[in-house]
């Protein structure tokens, strides 16, 4: 008997650890593109060597260690193989050289004027390298979020809804806004959004930058259907209602401009402008997945930087109107560390690598899951 509950004991602990590992699985931070040192290496050895054979890519003495890690990389996504044999070849998959990771930390050591930017200009080459950004298992975190969020909502009446939709909203505008350097806190944020109140102590743009995310916000959640596919039209309208009563020209700006913390020069007029949104509309209608829509104009309107001033809180906004166009949840930021989220904007304007904007969008991608419209 003292066997047959021993094993009863065993069998419902090993399923309660099975179930217990799954729950956690799903729960921990994704690493699918997560890669060793020498795999750094490798990678960014291929960046300006293409089309190198196994010997060239390193001379490390254990064959099978190189071969190994190569082949990892392949299994990843982010390097592709020509030929068979010592012949054999390896490159970076074309849409995998957005996601060569650099360290984040080390590189930003250093001054902007001692970095050494693979890129000091806008890269028009970019757009050929457009295509899906995130691993199945990353796809399965946002399908995962689409299903909880319909599901959520249809349990929810009007006043529920309306409730948590004001309180992301809040959330939203005030940290979009903290990013530009507003200094409005949260709770000022709410009593300025609620009851109309500028708090003391205050510039009044403060109070229109908050404010304007909010009527943005609403303006995306009101039409979300017609956000599914982006237009130039439709970022110009974001940025007009982001940016009304600012003093802010809500035009495409004609003159070349500088970004504060590095010396990435973006396009420098109108017509190189309109060239580049115009590729990545048409970038963008290629891949299938709202997602890597989202990342990619999260991150090019601000390496495009259309307009003279409000370009990342446009960007932010749009990304957020494709998201949910496509049942996905939306991200408020609010728990995003400012100077890293700056941090890795630099990264991709100087280096186009979006490895870290990617790792900071599929963090506040589970914080929105975990966080809103319970």
């Keep these: ?47 300006s060597h293409p089309k190198s054979t196994r010997k060239e890519i390193s001379d490390e003495p254990s064959r099978i260690t190189v071969i190994r890690d190569i082949n990892d990389l392949e299994e990843k996504g982010l390097v592709v193989s020509e030929g068979s044999g ?15 990771p650099i360290d984040l930390k080390s590189y930003f050591e250093r001054e902007a004027d001692e970095r050494n930017p693979r890129y000091k200009k806008f890269n028009p080459e970019i757009f050929a390298s457009f295509g899906t950004l995130f691993s199945p298992e990353e796809l399965e975190l946002f399908e995962n979020g689409k299903t909880r969020f319909s599901e959520t909502l249809g349990g929810l009446d ?29 709770l000022e944020t709410e009593e300025l959004i609620k009851g109309r109140q500028e708090a003391a102590g205050h510039d009044h743009s403060e109070a229109t930058m908050i404010l304007n995310h909010k009527k943005a916000f609403d303006m995306i959640l009101e039409s979300s259907e017609k956000f599914k596919e982006i237009s130039a039209h439709d970022i110009r309208t974001v940025h007009s209602v982001l940016v009304e009563g ?25 017509w190189q402008i309109e060239e580049a949104l115009e590729k990545l509309q048409l970038g963008l209608a290629k891949i299938d997945d709202a997602p890597s829509k989202s990342l990619l104009l999260l991150a090019m309107l601000s390496y495009i930087q259309p307009f003279s001033d409000g370009n990342k809180r446009t960007a932010r906004m749009v990304s957020n109107a494709v998201l949910l166009a496509n049942g996905c949840f939306p ?34 991608q589970r914080f929105a899951i975990e966080t809103y419209f319970k």
């Design 1 to 47: 008997m003292s066997n047959y509950r021993f094993g009863k004991t065993r069998l419902a602990f090993v399923s309660f650890f099975a179930i217990f590992r799954i729950i956690m699985i799903q729960l921990a931070p994704m690493d699918d593109t997560k890669i060793t040192s020498r795999q750094e290496k490798i990678l960014n050895f291929l960046l």
């Design 86 to 100: 010592r012949t054999t070849t390896y490159s970076i998959k074309p849409e995998a050289t957005l996601l060569i």
């Design 158 to 186: 009007k006043t529920q809804i309306r409730k948590e939709l004001e309180r992301f909203a809040i959330e939203l505008s005030w940290k979009s806004s903290q990013i530009e350097g507003n200094t409005y806190s949260l």
């Design 246 to 270: 600012m003093n802010i020209e809500k035009n495409t700006r004609e003159r070349a401009v500088g970004i504060t913390g590095t010396t990435y020069l973006p396009p420098e007029n109108r």
């Design 331 to 364: 991200l408020s930021y609010r728990s995003v560390d400012e100077v890293e989220f700056k941090e890795a904007l630099v990264l991709f304007y100087e280096q186009n690598s979006l490895y870290h904007l990617k790792r900071v969008f599929l963090e506040q």
